[in-house]
C-alpha cells in the first residue's frame, strides 16, 4: 500500500517547516531543548506551511539558496521563527551569528581553553575553512589575537570588546 501524499512534502522547503515545527513544538525532538525549551518559537501564521513557503520565497537569496550554498537563518539568535527575524545566508554569516557553546569554560565566542596544553586557543570559522590563530596563557591574549586577525584579514566577523 502507497503512502498518500498531499503535494507540500514534494516542495523543496516542506521538511525545513517540518523541522522547524518539530524543534519549536515538540519536547520528544532531540533538538527541543536548543529551540522549544529556550523559548524560540515560530509565527503563527506559520502553521500553514503555504504561507511559511511564500514568505520564504519572497526573501533575498531563495532563487540562488542552491548554488550559494544558502540556508535559513534566524538574524537573532534568540528570537524565533518570524517575519523580519528569517534571512537566506552562508555558513559563514551563520557561524557569526552564532551563539557561544553552554558547556564552554571560555568568556568569548571563538575562544577555547585547550586543557590538554593548558593553553587558551583563539580560532576562526569562515566558510569551511577553520582558522587557529594560536595559543595563548591568557583568555585575554587569544581574544586580542583573534579581533587582530579578524581586522587584518578584513573579515565579517564581529570584534569583542574585553568584559
Known sequence: MSKKRFGNELHPLYYTWLTIKQRCDNPKHASYKNYGARGITRAEEFSDFKVFAAYLESLDGYADRE?????????????????????????????????????????????????????????????????????????????????????????????????
Open 67 to 163: 548554488r550559494l550554498g544558502l540556508t535559513l537563518d534566524r538574524i537573532g539568535g534568540s528570537l524565533g521563527y518570524v517575519p523580519g527575524n528569517l534571512r537566506w545566508a552562508t555558513r559563514t554569516t551563520q557561524t557569526i551569528n552564532s551563539r557561544k557553546r553552554r558547556t564552554s569554560k571560555a568568556t568569548y565566542l571563538g575562544i577555547g581553553l585547550n586543557t590538554t596544553k593548558k593553553k587558551w586557543s583563539a580560532r576562526i570559522c569562515n566558510g569551511n575553512e577553520r582558522i587557529f590563530a594560536g595559543n595563548f596563557d591568557s583568555e585575554i591574549e587569544a581574544l586580542k589575537a583573534r579581533n587582530a586577525y579578524i581586522i587584518e584579514h578584513g573579515l565579517p566577523h564581529a570584534i569583542q570588546k574585553i568584559k
